[in-house]
């Protein structure tokens, strides 16, 4: 390569430097550490909040506009749901009911536990069983207990087991397990959706959501204009994380707070990594002199120090990554419920304020260097 012999030097200069090269990457290394740790809580707390979403899978959602998320249900009338299965666009639509209890369990105590009903005739949403038959549901009593992090809460029932919610019976027919755990912290039971709403208390209208599905993908917007006309708003799986997601961030401290995390970090990395590369630079003058007086053009140099502050920047980030891993493994090893996830969006995020850090660095860095004279440094 034409620049094969600068970078090299620039390399032997670089990690020569022991100390130097040390408080770099462990500025960088913690940097990332605390970036990727805020946003994989952020990312993991945003999985939580659409599990209900994601585990029921259905194409399109019914809901009243001020619903922000999927546990914060306000009912929907009867007839809405009679007004949606007419529509031309729509193959099928289905009720479903979420709500909170509190049921008594064999040992005395009481815990709090989602329930969802689902549609009897279809039982669109029903998650897969580990354990029992999915046609148990239709028995007396019956519930399917959801094995997630919030399992042993209920003292780890088994197919069998026993409760008691508002004065009815309750009885464990089936062990599901579903792809997220909620946001909520307590276990989850499914039911039909009759059984649901005559075991809860309830208001007037007992339909938390419409789940339907269009006939094509371009039905979407048809359907969502004449919901839109009843008063009320149809999302697709997507719009519906999507509004959960904006919910969390502009109406909740949790986005706020993960922010100025991230963006602390990120200074804290960049405060560090700048003044040492700075100090680097400055210690090593006369040899970018000498350099300079043997013919190394700017250019060169240029290239060098860039070489010099990537590398470090992409070896930070490297060690960065890995040890964040290495804790969010450990934790989730040892903490059932703990949330945090590792996504290509906040591997992109650390990413992207890493090279930032490179690049302020390089600078400081390049307008020391292409500022000096080969004779000051070897006069002084």
């Known amino acids: ?94 009720p479903i009911f979420i709500g909170g209890a509190q049921v008594r369990l064999d040992s005395g105590t009481y815990q709090s536990v989602s329930v969802i009903g689902l549609d009897d005739s279809s039982l669109f949403g029903r998650p897969e069983l580990e354990e029992g038959h999915i046609e148990d549901i239709y028995a007396d009593n019956a519930f399917i207990m959801v094995h997630d992090a919030e399992f042993s809460k209920l003292e780890n029932p088994k197919v069998g087991t026993s409760f008691e919610l508002n004065d009815h019976r309750g009885t464990i027919v089936a062990i599901a397990k579903v792809a997220a755990s909620g946001l909520t912290g307590v276990p989850t039971l499914y039911t039909t959706y009759r059984r649901a709403i005559e075991y809860i208390p309830t208001t007037r209208f007992t339909v938390s959501y419409i789940l339907l599905q269009p006939k094509n993908t371009e039905d979407v917007a048809s359907i969502q204009k004449q919901v839109d006309q009843l008063g009320y708003v149809a999302l697709t799986k997507d719009e519906f994380n999507q509004h959960i997601t904006h919910f969390y961030i502009y109406q909740t401290g949790v986005g706020v707070n993960i922010l100025m995390m991230t963006i602390i970090s990120f200074l804290v990395g960049l405060s560090i990594s700048g003044q040492t590369f700075y100090t680097f630079i400055l210690e090593n003058l006369d040899k970018f002199a000498a350099l300079k007086a043997i013919g190394a053009k700017g250019r060169e140099l240029i290239y060098m120090i860039l070489f010099m502050a990537t590398f470090t920047a992409m070896t930070g980030y490297g060690l960065g990554i890995g040890l964040v891993t290495l804790m969010i493994s450990i934790a989730r090893s040892n903490v059932p419920n703990y949330a945090a996830i590792i996504t290509f969006w906040n591997l992109g995020l650390a990413f992207g304020m890493v090279l930032l850090i490179a690049g302020v660095s390089s600078y400081v860095g390049i307008r020391k260097v292409l500022r000096i004279e080969p004779f000051d440094i070897f006069r002084g």
Do not use: C, H
């Not at 998320?69 to 666009?89: K, Q």
């Open 1 to 94: 390569m034409k620049y094969a012999g600068i970078l090299r030097i620039g390399f032997k200069l670089l990690v020569n430097d022991k100390a130097k090269f040390s408080a770099l990457l462990i500025g960088i290394t913690f940097s990332v550490f605390l970036m990727m740790q805020m946003t994989a809580m952020f990312a993991g707390i945003l999985n939580r909040a659409y599990s209900t979403v994601t585990n029921i899978g259905a194409t399109m959602w019914v809901m009243d506009p001020a619903v922000n998320t999927p546990t914060s249900t306000i009912p929907l009338p009867d007839y809405l749901l009679d007004a949606v299965r007419s529509m031309d666009e729509v193959s099928y639509a289905v």
